[in-house]
């Protein structure tokens, strides 16, 4: 059971903060079950959620983790999809955000990003699916990380970025001294 303060992810609505727990006073909900009270941290409004749902809710991952994580950015291989059906596109990219772990989700931006990257060199643009969930994938992230790192969701991609960059200078002079 989550506590009043804990920021979990919530389905599909990415991070979210539970501001309160117990009995909620709306007509039609049955006023001896418990509910969260969540507030979307990158929208406006509340979600009421039985205690006992069956929709995903998991704990934001640790400082630790985020920093594991982006280690492993660079070394992350492109998922295969050569699908061009719009519609099929969407199935194989929602069955990652279905997982709601992070490293699926840096994958679909992992992947669309490369994808982007190629389709430059060929005069090509991305699809609008492939826009859809790089949006959907990159907001997932810059939410959950910006939590986890204290700092504004706008920066979270410029802190990604540097973290790499300082991570492969280390590896260079590691190579260099031995």
């Known amino acids: 059971m989550y506590k009043i303060g804990d920021f979990i992810i919530y389905g599909n609505n990415g991070v979210c903060e539970v501001e309160g727990i117990g009995a909620i006073n709306i007509s039609g909900v049955n006023k001896t079950k418990s509910y969260y009270t969540?507030?979307?941290?990158?929208e406006n409004g509340k979600i009421f959620v039985p205690v006992d749902t069956s929709v995903f809710m998991r704990g934001i991952?640790?400082?630790?983790e985020v920093q594991q994580l982006i280690k492993r950015i660079p070394s992350i291989k492109e998922i295969e999809c050569k699908e061009k059906n719009a519609r099929l596109l969407q199935v194989y990219y929602t069955k990652f955000l279905e997982t709601h772990k992070c490293i699926d989700l840096l994958s679909i931006i992992s992947s669309i990003y490369d994808k982007k990257a190629n389709g430059i060199i060929n005069g090509k643009k991305l699809c609008q699916t492939d826009e859809k969930f790089m949006k959907?994938?990159?907001?997932?992230?810059?939410?959950e990380f910006s939590i986890v790192l204290g700092i504004p969701k706008n920066d979270v991609q410029t802190y990604i970025k540097e973290k790499i960059e300082k991570n492969e200078s280390k590896i260079l002079i590691d190579d260099i001294k031995h």
């Not at 991952?61 to 630790?64: K, P």
């Open 38 to 42: 969540l507030k979307p941290v990158s």
């Open 61 to 64: 991952i640790t400082y630790e």
């Open 136 to 143: 959907i994938a990159t907001g997932l992230i810059n939410d």
